[in-house]
Every structure is written in structure tokens, then in C-alpha cells.
């Protein structure tokens, strides 16, 4: 113990960030030894350099901007669909197919304590949740088909155990627990404006899910991209938890990406409002990305191509497919990060818990979308955002549950589910 306890002292004392052991001679025997893993474990050179390079400016000419092509399902020829869903769904019937889900997240923007995907949508006479509807997706495809999709969900150290007892406790919805795996994702440090990170507890630093751009790292220390290759699993789809409409299995979009020979592929859905707080795809560059919504001018939201559509109105909704040669190329790159301002409890300097009335600490996430700009293309398919999205992101907002709801009973009305 106190060989380790002197290797904490010289790393806080190298980085600065001594006030992290101030109530250590208070502890209990193995709070002390969890503060010291935890101080052991946490690469500080990352996250200081993470706050240093935020503070540069990252902004680009739109010299260096470019748009990418898409195609949209509702312009497709019924002919075009036919021969796009075949091609689709002879990889389907191979088995070389499978799911991934990510569901680190908490539901603290919808007033709930849990993991964001046990979060449960009321109905009329029964209740059901987020990772209900991503079930029931899959095994409408599992049923279509007489397939198993093997299916992986991207927990946190956060939710991971609740995540679980969750499932056990509903009996997998029926799907076949052998084909259900779980990995965690990986967690930074919070960081103040001043560069001090702090304590969630006495004994704990606080710290954070590392963004959804970690899930290909995330497979390959949980070896899941060696057991995708072992069983032959050739694509592989990628969906937040939150959107209630999400195809997870989608035999035209992967076709379609078979056929024009791209490794990555993103649905989206379009900008309708030029000035909407909302991401769109972009080359920067040359090489696919995001362009932030901070970043784009009126003038270049309404610029057209020569047939009369907008060039940069194609707005990510997190759906993805991949190959597995793509997925093993990127988890070997460590991903860019982006920072973000938010409100974070902390312990102060008298040991008492204090919630802050405005934000006070930057969290550091990468995104999946992050992992395209290391491919030279890749396609985009605009889909009805009727049909295919209706997320839930926090309680009061324009991605509530009740306006996701109701277009999840319109749309399965719809469809006769």
C-alpha cells in the first residue's frame, strides 16, 4: 500500500492535481485503495493535452468543404428496391450479419434514474422499453428470415450491471441469450475550466463514458471484432438505443452499400429548417465528416446542385453499417475528441456534495461519425423520418417521448403491427 500510495502522490504532484487526495487520510481502508486504482489508472498526460488541444481553434475555410452524394429511398424505382433488398438479403440468410447497439448512456435528461434503455414508454395497456422496441426490431428480421442476428450492446461501468439484471429479469424478451453479449465502453475524466479534475465522492474522481466513438476499441478489448471474424460476420449495423423507429436490420441500405462498393454507410434524414441546431454530412478535406451546426451559414444550408437539391441537408440520425474490414481498420485509431460544457455535482473543499447552478467542467467524447474520415467515401441514404425516426432524447424537448410515441403508433398503424 504505500509504495503505491507514493506513486498517487508523485503523479498528482506531476500533473497538478494534489487536492484530488485531500480527505485521503479520512478514509476507510478500501476507499483509500480504491482512490489509489483509480489514481493509478487514469492516464492524466491524456486528459490535460485533450483540454489543451480543445482550446485551439478547429474552425475550417469552406474552401476545404465539399458535399457528399446520397441517394433517398423514397426516389428509389420499385425495380431499384427489389434488386437492392435481394443483395441485402442473401448476406442476411449467409449469417454474416450482426447488431450492435449503444446503450451507455443514463436517462438523467428524461428525469430517470437507471440506464437510458430501461427507460419504459406508456401505452395504453401495456408498457414498453427502449431496449424492447430495439428487440422486437431484431426478431421481426429473426422471424422473416429464420435467422439468429447475433446482437451486441455497448454498455457503460455506469449501467452496465443494472443493464443485465434488466434483461435477466425479462427473460431476453425471448431472444436467445447465447446470441445476446455485452462490453463496456471506455470513461474519461471530467475536467474544470481551470484544469482540475475532481470528486464525485471522497474517494472517487469523477469521470464519464468516453462518447459513442469508442465502441470500436470497446469491441476489439472485449474481442468481439476476433469473434465477428471467427463467425463469419461480414457486416455489422450500428444504432443508438434512443430512437424508437431504428431499423437495425435494413436488407436494402446494406444492398445498396454492397453494391456501389462503400465499406460504411449512414441513413439520414433531411435539414428541413436551413438554421436547425442539427449536424450535417459533409467532406472536409476530402474526407467524409460532420459539419456542426455552429459551423453553417445560410448561405451554404441552401446551396443546390445543378437538379435543384441542397448539397448539405443530410442530418446524421445514428444509423450506421459497417464492414468488418472497416470496423478492424478503425479500432486500431484512436479517435478525435470533442468537448463539451457541462453541469457536474462535485465535492468541495469541506467534503459536502455541491450541485453547480450553471456548467462547470468539460467532458471529452468521440463519435462514431468520427471514424468515417479515415475512408475516402462512404454512402449516405435519405430515409422517411416518419418511418425510421423517432428518438427520445430528454423530456421537454422536440425528441420527447410523447411526439416519439405517437409516431411509433402512427407508423404501426400504418403496417398493421
Known amino acids: 500500500m504505500e509504495s503505491k500510495l ?5 503523479i498528482l504532484s506531476t500533473y497538478n492535481q494534489e487536492h484530488l487526495m485531500m480527505f485521503y487520510d479520512e478514509l476507510e481502508e478500501n476507499q483509500k485503495e480504491l482512490l489509489l486504482n483509480q489514481i493509478l489508472r487514469i492516464d492524466f498526460k491524456q486528459i490535460l493535452n485533450l483540454y489543451d488541444n480543445s482550446m485551439k481553434d478547429d474552425s ?4 476545404n468543404i465539399s458535399p457528399i452524394n446520397h441517394f433517398e429511398k423514397d ?5 431499384e428496391i427489389s434488386y437492392y433488398t435481394k ?29 437510458k434503455g430501461t427507460y419504459e414508454i406508456e401505452f395504453k395497456t401495456y408498457k414498453k422499453s427502449l431496449f424492447e422496441f430495439m428487440c422486437e426490431d431484431i426478431k421481426r428480421a429473426n422471424d422473416r428470415y429464420g435467422i439468429t442476428i447475433p446482437w451486441y450492446i455497448m454498455t457503460s461501468e455506469e449501467n452496465d450491471t443494472q443493464t443485465k439484471e434488466y434483461f435477466e429479469k425479462h427473460d431476453y424478451w425471448g431472444y ?6 455485452f462490453f463496456r465502453q471506455g470513461k474519461l475524466p471530467l475536467i474544470t475550466v481551470d484544469k482540475k479534475l475532481f470528486l464525485q465522492e471522497e474517494y472517487i474522481i469523477k469521470e464519464a463514458s468516453n462518447g459513442n466513438g469508442n465502441v470500436f476499441n470497446s469491441m476489439k478489448k472485449n474481442e468481439i471484432v476476433e469473434e465477428l471474424e471467427k463467425n463469419n460476420i461480414n457486416w455489422v449495423s450500428f444504432g443508438g438505443i434512443d430512437n424508437i423507429l431504428l431499423k437495425n436490420v435494413d436488407p436494402l441500405f446494406l444492398g445498396l452499400a454492397i453494391d456501389k462498393k462503400q465499406e460504411v454507410a449512414s441513413k439520414t434524414i433531411f435539414k428541413q429548417t436551413p438554421l436547425e441546431n442539427t449536424a450535417v454530412y459533409c467532406k472536409k478535406y476530402g474526407k467524409p465528416a460532420i459539419l456542426d451546426y455552429a459551423d453553417i451559414t445560410l448561405e451554404l444550408s441552401n446551396l443546390k446542385n445543378e437538379e435543384g437539391m441542397y448539397l448539405y441537408r443530410e442530418a446524421n440520425m445514428l444509423s450506421h453499417i459497417m464492414s468488418i474490414s472497416a470496423i478492424k481498420k478503425v479500432a486500431d485509431i484512436e479517435l478525435p475528441y470533442h468537448r463539451a460544457y457541462k453541469k457536474n455535482a462535485f465535492v468541495n473543499d469541506e467534503g459536502m456534495k455541491q450541485v453547480p447552478d450553471k456548467p462547470n467542467s468539460f467532458k471529452f467524447e468521440n463519435f462514431i461519425f468520427d471514424a468515417f474520415s479515415f475512408f475516402d467515401d462512404l454512402l449516405l441514404l435519405r430515409v422517411n ?3 425510421e425516426f423517432a428518438p427520445i432524447k ?3 424537448g422536440i425528441y420527447n417521448p410523447d411526439t416519439a410515441k405517437a409516431k411509433y403508433e402512427k407508423y404501426s398503424n400504418m403496417k398493421g403491427r
Open 75 to 79: 426516389r428509389l424505382t420499385k425495380d
Open 87 to 115: 443483395i441485402g438479403e442473401k448476406v442476411l440468410l449467409s449469417g454474416a450479419f450482426a447488431v450492435v447497439t449503444m446503450a451507455g448512456g443514463q436517462g438523467t435528461r428524461l428525469g430517470y434514474k437507471g440506464p
Open 6 to 10: 507514493e506513486k498517487a502522490k508523485q
Open 385 to 387: 423520418t416518419n418511418e
Open 60 to 63: 475550417i475555410s469552406y474552401n
Open 176 to 181: 436467445p441469450k447465447e446470441k445476446i453479449k
Open 394 to 396: 430528454d423530456f421537454t
